[in-house]
C-alpha cells in the first residue's frame, strides 16, 4: 500500500524559510512525477510544485515562482520542496502528491493521482 508523509510544517513569519520533506513508500516513486500542492482554508485546492520523474524538469506555480524550489531524491523516495521568502498567503496545509501514471509530468492538480496527508504551514505578518 503506497504512503505519503509529508513533514516540516510550522509556524514562521513573513521573509523565513521553510523547508518541506515527503517521505514515500509502499511503491517505488522513481517513475512517477511528484509534487506539491496546498489548501488553504475557505479556498479551492492550489498547484504549487511539480517535477519529473528524473528530477531534469520543474513546474511551479506562479504566485510561488521564484519563491519555492522543488527537488527529489529516488534513492531515497523523497521529494523536498524548499520556500523562501514566505507570505502570509503562503499559509495553507501543504500536500504532497505524486503522478497518476510512471513518466508523465504532472503541471496541476488533476495530475496528481495520490498524496499525503497533509502539513500545516502558518505564516505571520
Known amino acids: 500500500q503506497e504512503h505519503l508523509a509529508e513533514s516540516g510544517g510550522g509556524l514562521v513569519q513573513a521573509g523565513d524559510s521553510l523547508r518541506l520533506s515527503c517521505a514515500a513508500s509502499g511503491r517505488t516513486f522513481s517513475s512517477f512525477a511528484l509534487g506539491w500542492f496546498r489548501q488553504a482554508p475557505g479556498k479551492e485546492r492550489e498547484f504549487v510544485a511539480a517535477?519529473?520523474?528524473?528530477?531534469?524538469?520543474?513546474y511551479y506555480g506562479d504566485s510561488v515562482k521564484g519563491r519555492f524550489t522543488i527537488s527529489r531524491d529516488n534513492a531515497k523516495n523523497t521529494v523536498t520542496l524548499q520556500m523562501n521568502s514566505l507570505k502570509p498567503e503562503d499559509t495553507a496545509v501543504y500536500y504532497c502528491?505524486?503522478?497518476?501514471?510512471?513518466?508523465?509530468?504532472?503541471?496541476?492538480?488533476?495530475?496528481?493521482?495520490?498524496w499525503g496527508q497533509g502539513t500545516q504551514v502558518t505564516v505571520s505578518s
Open positions: 517535477i519529473n520523474w528524473s528530477g531534469d524538469s520543474t
Open positions: 502528491g505524486a503522478g497518476r501514471f510512471p513518466v508523465t509530468v504532472v503541471v496541476g492538480i488533476p495530475d496528481f493521482g495520490s
